[in-house]
């Protein structure tokens, strides 16, 4: 356990001044480990704590703003999740050392501590409010997720900002061979869990959870669930009362409120209107007819025209300007604001009140629908999944491609595979490490009929895009399997409904038709939720695959992917103050049964992906071959000049190999991999004794014999006594540089230097005529050369052949012979 810090000191002054509040620290039970701080840092911020977990510390703060920048439909919450380098000791691997740059994990992290967050602060609160965190210590004993829910929690409890209830997030586990969930384990346990859940809720019940895991059952998966929020509750509880004890007063008295009346003003105006237009089945006509009703009802209630509305929606940031600047005025300790409303002018509406009315309405009409009619806006009943249609093979060029339609959501996929050169490299305080598969999921404003901006991704393409990433990453084979980088991309050329879910299946035919064999086939599914009046004894309803609208002013949006045996992703939004587990087994038992179908639906794609692993043509070629580790530095050569070499010759794009002597050739279409596999085989095989090599090239010619390469890379020495079946007195009357001979392999030495004869070829072929003579052996030059330089060739290399070949010479010329072989 971290000891609690102790208690500030206030410094004594000649003046007075009030003393600085003193620091409170708590340890958070049932994980005494952890434990949180105020009060001492961060004083200046509506909230800040200090949250350690062991060695690692969170530092985060939440202010708000002092205008009203929203009209109570939505909180304008920012979440800023950040890792400084310099918290594990370590210092970005990247050109730009400085940290600040939001990386991908970043943003998914500030999506997580923001989902179970937002529902807990009134919509009503108006200003804008954002909370900072940053990873200041990080002992890597854990992941920073979950601690960055509690702290976020933390800090906005004992914040002015109001916050219906405190959140916690902690992250469960299942070991392998093990029925029970394990809570909160460490990053090493982590790597053998068979789930990676993450869970946040309220003392009371679930907010949010997000996870992956192996195709886990609907049992599993409750029993980790209830595991990981009897650890929630307990938190919770134990945060509430620390916040009551340390915490400011809520300002409620800045919430917005609506004049009195206007739902009533409204609703009789267009309220029978509003729920014939939320009938209507069409996205576009009932978005259409939905809108010229609300504009509609702003003229008739507001009593204003179109000229004053648009004043009136402009002019509001500015309300009670006087009050505002009275209260910079004062202490903080002294300041109060005034009870703003929606409408600009007491008295009166304006159009902001009206659209939040009007929202209201069209929630209500939605799920009146569903509830006593048993239908939804596109006619079905609450267990249909819209019609499907698939297409393989959609994109002419691409490595793979699909097509996936359901209802009026549509997804264009295409995989395309590489080498480890184009892994996506992933650098963070707890790892560096190349992802050899990654999906990029884009959502153009095109796709729901809208201009907007286009270019980097936005905090919600990697969120999406990052959940099908993980739903897929189960099915895909092991490198030993499959050597190659995949890369998924998905276009949402249109959305009415889970854009996520259509990706994950769209993804699944992409990947087949790229011929990569996937271990089994997986789709997803968004599920939604209405919640019954408890009072009246009405029951949740759970509906199956559900339309934008339906999550938009529905109370949940569940999407899962996997197949009918398991759950490979998950990920649950709620948009009011938790569900209870039995109402999350029925979501989770309905989707399991939409998946089935979804599946169905996916065979019967026309045309159908590629099947048995057939590639396209286009696709790259990547062959794996091990060489003896010897021959590393041989195949790379001098500067890299042998690989560059053979890239050159055969058109490949890239090899690598790596210190075990696992070579990777990656080609693009057209390459000639046969014949880069030929050049590696050649400089890697074995030279045998006793072989013949036919058409050698003879590389140099000394006085003493000459050098032949018979491998590529591969040389030895032709003595002169071994170039013919007589006596040969000079070398250059048999062979000259750039010759080609046949000479069979003798011998090799511990060096690894080789004995060639070309005598021996000949005598095998029947071409000698002679012994060669019957001189006297002798010490020649060549051994003598090679012996004073350290290079003693053994077994009698240094005696002639059948006939004296060299000529002796004093020191003087052996010396001189010895400078012209350097040279």
């Excluded at 840092?41 to 202010?63: F, H, L, P």
Aim: proline share 5%.
């Amino acid at each position: 356990m971290t000891p609690p810090l102790p208690p500030s000191v206030p410094s004594s002054s000649a003046r007075a001044c009030p003393a600085l509040p003193p620091s409170r620290s708590h340890s958070v039970a049932p994980h005494p480990q952890v434990v949180v701080e105020t009060g001492k840092i961060g004083k200046q911020a509506n909230g800040a704590v200090i949250v350690s977990e062991g060695e690692t510390q969170m530092y985060v703060t939440i202010c708000a703003g002092r205008d009203v920048v929203a009209d109570g439909g939505f909180v304008p919450l920012t979440v800023n999740y950040m890792e400084r380098f310099s918290a594990a000791g370590r210092t970005s691997g990247g050109y730009r050392k400085r940290d600040g740059g939001v990386r991908e994990h970043e943003t998914l992290i500030g999506r997580l501590v923001d989902r179970p967050l937002r529902p807990m602060i009134p919509k009503a609160w108006a200003y804008e409010t954002q909370i900072l965190q940053w990873v200041l210590s990080y002992d890597g004993n854990r992941s920073t997720d979950a601690l960055a829910i509690t702290a976020a929690s933390a800090a906005a409890a004992v914040s002015d900002v109001p916050l219906s209830k405190p959140v916690c997030g902690v992250r469960v586990g299942f070991l392998p061979g093990d029925a029970t969930p394990i809570v909160n384990p460490t990053t090493e346990q982590m790597e053998n869990s068979r789930l990676d859940l993450l869970l946040a809720g309220t003392e009371d019940a679930v907010m949010m959870i997000e996870g992956y895991g192996d195709f886990l059952s609907v049992d599993e998966m409750i029993t980790a669930i209830a595991a990981g929020h009897a650890a929630i509750a307990s938190v919770c509880r134990e945060l509430s009362k620390w916040a009551a004890e340390v915490g400011k007063a809520k300002a409620t008295e800045r919430l917005l409120t609506a004049p009195d009346g206007i739902y009533e003003s409204v609703k009789a105006a267009v309220g029978d209107e509003l729920a014939v237009a939320m009938a209507i089945g069409k996205k576009q006509i009932r978005g259409a007819a939905v809108e010229r009703l609300r504009s509609k009802a702003i003229e008739m209630v507001s009593g204003l025209d179109k000229e004053n509305a648009a004043y009136k929606a402009s002019a509001r940031a500015a309300q009670l300007p006087s009050a505002h600047m009275h209260a910079l005025l004062k202490p903080r300790a002294l300041r109060t604001h005034a009870r703003p409303t929606l409408g600009s002018h007491p008295g009166t509406s304006g159009p902001e009140d009206v659209r939040l009315a009007c929202e209201k309405i069209e929630s209500e009409a939605l799920r009146d629908m569903i509830r006593s009619r048993g239908t939804r806006q596109d006619g079905r009943d609450v267990y249909t999944v819209r019609p499907i249609s698939c297409e393989g093979g959609f994109l002419h060029r691409t490595h793979g491609s699909s097509l996936f339609t359901r209802g009026e959501t549509q997804a264009i996929a295409a995989a395309t595979l590489g080498s480890q050169s184009d892994a996506q490299r992933f650098d963070g305080i707890a790892e560096m490490d190349d992802r050899r598969f990654y999906l990029h999921y884009f959502f153009p404003p095109s796709s729901v009929g809208e201009c907007g901006r286009v270019g980097a991704a936005s905090r919600r393409e990697v969120g999406h895009g990052n959940l099908a990433e993980r739903a897929l990453a189960p099915v895909l084979p092991s490198k030993d399997e499959f050597p190659f980088t995949v890369r998924l991309e998905s276009t949402i050329t249109e959305s009415n409904g889970s854009s996520s879910m259509a990706t994950v299946c769209a993804g699944c035919l992409a990947l087949q038709d790229a011929g990569v064999p996937i271990r089994r086939k997986v789709a997803g599914i968004a599920m939604g939720l209405v919640l019954g009046d408890e009072t009246k004894g009405e029951d949740a309803i759970v509906l199956t695959d559900i339309l934008g609208s339906e999550d938009a002013l529905g109370d949940m949006d569940f999407k899962v992917a996997g197949d009918g045996e398991g759950m490979s992703a998950f990920q649950m939004d709620i948009k009011v103050e938790g569900i209870s587990l039995p109402v999350m087994r029925t979501a989770l038992e309905r989707a399991r049964e939409g998946l089935i179908h979804i599946l169905g639906e996916m065979d019967k794609a026309d045309p159908s992906p590629r099947k048995g692993g057939e590639m396209s043509k286009y696709a790259p070629r990547i062959e794996v071959v091990e060489v003896n580790t010897k021959y590393i530095g041989k195949i790379i050569g001098k500067g890299g000049e042998q690989i560059k070499s053979i890239c050159e010759e055969t058109r490949i794009d890239t090899i690598d190999i790596n210190n075990d002597g696992v070579c990777v050739l990656t080609g693009s279409y057209g390459c000639d991999m046969a014949r880069a596999l030929e050049i590696i085989a050649e400089l890697t095989i074995e030279p045998e004794i006793g072989k013949i090599y036919r058409n050698s090239r003879v590389t140099k010619v000394l006085e003493f014999g000459a050098f032949v390469e018979i491998l590529p890379g591969v040389e030895g020495l032709c003595h002169v006594s071994e170039l013919d079946v007589t006596r040969v007195a000079n070398v250059k009357d048999v062979v000259n540089d750039g010759d080609f001979i046949d000479v069979k392999l003798l011998e090799t030495n511990e060096r690894g230097q080789y004995k060639l004869s070309r005598r021996e070829v000949l005598l095998d072929d029947g071409k000698g005529g002679g012994s060669g003579g019957g001189s006297t052996p002798r010490e020649d030059p060549a051994s003598r050369f090679l012996s004073e330089n350290g290079q003693n060739f053994s077994g009698g290399w240094d005696s002639d052949r059948g006939g004296g070949g060299g000529r002796g010479r004093s020191s003087s010329k052996a010396r001189r012979g010895r400078t012209r072989l350097r040279e």
